[in-house]
């Protein structure tokens, strides 16, 4: 188990987390499915067997710092709305970036899952105070590029696009989030295609309470050694 700080609209809880899911090709839509596969493909990311898939990652990965260190340059953060059980079994949504090693990807999809830190935001909503308009949330993340001044946005979409969370909760094992469980639950698609970038930030904004969740962490590539 790990113990994470997190802050709440009640106040600061410590979350102890011992399991990792990270939930792929989550698409509600056929096309909206293919299109990421295709967008994957042109990396050299081989077709999933099945959609959704559920990949397996070490908890020791989630981090709250403010910069993580990566192998190479080949790597790029995808926004994502994150569900946490508590030890007592309370749901919680937050927002996550599945930062990822692309050049591994080509060779393993579930390996890439497991070679790069994963950014948590600090901040959760309880699920139950969303859920009657969770579709309508909106999932921003923005990057800065080598040699940039600025961000451009690098995805954009609501959770309309991504199947509904009770259905991908329910697609784990046990048939739902067991106590002290962090589940990732997929992406939109990337504006330009998917790149490296020096900085990633991200957000989860929900229109109809005017609450945002934010998270922003810069990225060094370390060299790699033959």
């Not at 309470?209 to 060094?220: E, G, V």
């Amino acid at each position: 188990m790990q113990s994470f700080q997190f802050q709440t609209e009640d106040g600061p809880v410590s979350i102890a987390l011992g399991t990792l899911v990270i939930a792929g090709w989550t698409g509600r839509a056929a096309a909206a499915v293919q299109h990421h596969i295709a967008e994957l493909a042109a990396l050299g990311v081989k077709p999933p067997a099945h959609v959704p898939l559920y990949y397996q990652a070490g908890c020791e990965l989630l981090t709250q710092a403010p910069h993580i260190s990566v192998l190479g340059p080949a790597t790029s953060g995808e926004v994502e709305p994150m569900i946490v059980s508590d030890q007592d079994g309370t749901l919680w949504l937050g927002l996550a970036s599945d930062h990822t090693d692309r050049a591994l990807e080509t060779v393993s999809v579930a390996k890439s899952k497991q070679i790069c830190p994963k950014p948590v935001a600090s901040m959760l909503w309880r699920l139950e105070d969303v859920l009657g308009h969770v579709d309508k949330l909106q999932l921003r993340s923005e990057i800065l590029e080598a040699g940039a001044m600025e961000f451009v946005e690098y995805q954009s979409g609501t959770l309309a696009s991504i199947r509904p969370l009770e259905t991908l909760m329910s697609g784990l094992s046990g048939g739902g989030m067991a106590p002290s469980t962090a589940l990732f639950c997929g992406t939109v698609p990337a504006i330009g295609g998917i790149r490296p970038a020096d900085r990633f930030r991200m957000s989860l904004h929900d229109p109809v309470r005017n609450k945002t969740i934010s998270c922003h962490y810069a990225i060094s590539a370390l060299h790699i050694v033959e």
